[in-house]
């Protein structure tokens, strides 16, 4: 339901339009006020959509009342009305933020159609707010999930490489144990760079069987294999003006790396089955937990494509070389753990932390955060060393 307010000092005028306005339409409510200085007080007191208000009127003229109440409520339409009107009260309303301006006496189809519009557009607004609203709620959660928690010198220098290729186009591999956090330097380059406000897709090259994996990255037209029921897009295309995150792309399979090389040699792909080339504007980020150099020795990796996604490479160290970043990587995933699963949010003794950092952390972050985990389930609280000697260390 539509809220409307009508200020106008003739009562046979005011009576007319909301006697108007609410047979057109028996969703909208229609308020009135005698004059200004009402209107102003029912604008504070009440929550409307429009204000119809006429502009000469004693105590408080329909400008001011315009120019108060938007300080008050930017979001609020104002159809303007008056029986002296000219170019300059026109122009001069408008630019203070009135929706639109009409002579008096209103021509009624007029002023029927631009209360609708002035309506809808007040409607667009508030969803175009709630979504700009939800979006930066969603962008907040984003941002926390990826968060990269730590002081210990390696991963500033980790930081501060990101800071220096972010706002770059150069390819960069990440290079780093299974469980390091190696994502999370992907999404901190993107959500650094220029290409932010595209999107950033991810391919897990070592989830996808060696058969499909083609498929997956450039797309397949209908047919083209068994299974291959409708043309489907690929990861590159579905990048396109963002970025490709190509996760364990040392599992990935010569055949494909062979494809990989042209799209970036060419900037475009073929789908699977078709002899059409797509342009694509993709920037590549790769990452894998194998040593690279023993795969091209070994025959499994090509060394062109090595040289291609190699342009800058960033070490991601594991848990064992930034114990110290231990406390604040507890602290964190213990809150995340209380406000997402509803776990009590216990606190660590020093002593719990010393444990901690005497244990040879082979899964990394990962396996640190179902420590965590597991020792908010178990545990007492404050947690001690009993604790994590009993349900941690090996």
């Not at 000092?9 to 009576?15: P, S, T």
């Not at 306005?21 to 004059?35: G, H, R």
């Not at 707010?129 to 959660?141: C, I, R, T, V």
């Amino acid at each position: 339901m539509s809220k409307i307010l009508v200020i106008e000092d003739e009562q046979a005028i005011r009576n007319v339009l909301k006697s108007i306005l609410m047979d057109e339409d028996p969703k909208w409510e229609v308020d009135e006020a005698e004059n200004g200085l009402v209107g102003i007080e029912k604008i504070k007191q009440n929550t409307y959509d429009l204000i119809i208000s006429d502009i000469k009127m004693p105590m408080k003229d329909g400008t001011e009342v315009l120019v108060e109440a938007l300080e008050y409520n930017p979001e609020l339409q104002f159809i303007m009305i008056s029986g002296h009107g000219d170019i300059e009260i026109a122009v001069d309303c408008l630019k203070k933020g009135a929706f639109d301006f009409l002579s008096k006496p209103p021509d009624l189809n007029r002023l029927l159609n631009t209360v609708r519009i002035a309506l809808d557009h007040k409607s667009l607004k508030s969803s175009n707010k709630a979504l700009k609203k939800e979006n930066k709620e969603l962008k907040k959660k984003v941002s926390k999930k990826y968060t990269m928690v730590g002081e210990s010198t390696k991963l500033v220098h980790v930081k501060e490489m990101i800071d220096k290729v972010a706002t770059t186009d150069a390819r960069v591999l990440i290079l780093g144990p299974n469980g390091t956090g190696k994502e999370l330097v992907a999404h901190h380059i993107h959500e650094k760079s220029i290409r932010n406000k595209k999107p950033l897709v991810e391919v897990n090259c070592a989830a996808i069987p060696a058969e499909l994996i083609e498929s997956e990255l450039f797309g397949h037209v209908k047919g083209s294999f068994t299974g291959a029921i409708k043309d489907k897009q690929g990861k590159f295309e579905l990048a396109e003006g963002g970025t490709i995150f190509l996760d364990e792309i040392g599992d990935m399979s010569l055949s494909a790396q062979a494809k990989v090389l042209r799209a970036l040699q060419e900037g475009k792909v073929s789908p699977v089955g078709s002899e059409k080339e797509i342009n694509v504007n993709v920037r590549v980020l790769a990452a894998t937990n194998k040593d690279l150099r023993k795969e091209i020795a070994e025959g499994r990796f090509r060394e062109d494509l090595y040289h291609r996604l190699a342009v800058i490479i960033i070490n991601v160290p594991g848990l064992n070389d930034r114990k110290e970043d231990i406390p604040l990587l507890v602290e964190h995933f213990a809150l995340d753990f209380s406000q997402n699963l509803g776990l009590e949010n216990k606190s660590f003794n020093e002593d719990a932390y010393d444990v901690l950092k005497d244990i040879d952390w082979s899964g990394n972050i990962r396996e640190l955060r179902n420590v965590v985990e597991r020792l908010l389930i178990l545990g007492s609280n404050p947690i001690t060393a009993d604790d994590v000697i009993t349900y941690v260390k090996k």
